[in-house]
T-cell receptor
């Protein structure tokens, strides 16, 4: 597609449930980021994928968070045993290489009730 | 911590030039200055980036001081749709950890 696509756009889940968030980057983009943004706050780095290199997971807040990127394209962010503090907008971005501007998706708004 | 400092908010009259400042006094010689903006409820949008020279594209102009310790993003003829939070970031081509500050909330007034 022409842009970065994220699904679902909105997700409401019960505390303790697992959720999966999906990101379809722009075709051919080798770099992929996940960020999260709490209401009124700036972006918080979560994880970074670059080509076939091992991902940089240093931003993941706990071991309940994990992400994978299959075939160098689609990425899934999984949050296990969700907590209310996980409520945020989860943003995915991709780039052709590290030095270019990143294209962001519209995000997934996660609400844990 | 973010490597840039920006004013929390600014106002600009519609049709006027909006000048958004950014301080990056600790910038390294090979780090680029990037600008993004985020309109309410959308993901950030890339605007422009530069290293040393001033840059211009269809969206904006970027003026970088000679010592590279600060820069200004210029929206030449601001419209109401330019109301957004504008983020200034500094990073290497080979650096993947982007630290985002709070940005400048720009409000365009009719």
């Amino acid at each position: 597609g022409a842009g970065v696509s994220q699904s679902p756009s909105n997700k409401v889940t019960e505390k303790g449930k697992d959720v999966e968030l999906r990101c379809d980057p722009i075709s051919g983009h080798t770099a992929l980021y996940w960020y999260r943004q709490s209401l009124g706050q700036g972006l918080e780095f979560l994880i970074y994928f670059q080509g076939n290199s091992a991902p940089d997971k240093s931003g993941l807040p706990s071991d309940r968070f994990s992400a994978e990127r299959t075939g160098g394209s689609v990425s899934t962010l999984t949050i296990q045993r969700t907590q209310q503090e996980d409520s945020a907008v989860y943003l995915c971005a991709s780039s052709l290489d590290r030095g270019r501007g990143y294209t962001f998706g519209s995000g997934t708004r996660l609400t844990v009730v | 911590d973010a490597k840039t400092t920006q004013p929390t908010s600014m106002d600009c009259a519609e049709g006027r030039a909006a000048n958004l400042p950014c301080n990056h006094s600790t910038i390294s010689g090979n780090e680029y200055v990037y600008w993004y903006r985020q309109i309410h409820s959308q993901g950030p949008q890339y605007i422009i980036h530069g290293l040393k020279n001033n840059e211009t594209n269809e969206m904006a102009s970027l003026i970088i001081t000679e010592d590279r310790k600060s820069s200004t993003l210029i929206l030449p003829h601001a419209t109401l749709r330019d109301t957004a939070v504008y983020y200034c970031l500094v990073y290497l081509n080979s650096n993947y950890q982007l630290i985002w500050g709070a940005g400048t909330k720009l409000i365009i007034k009719p």
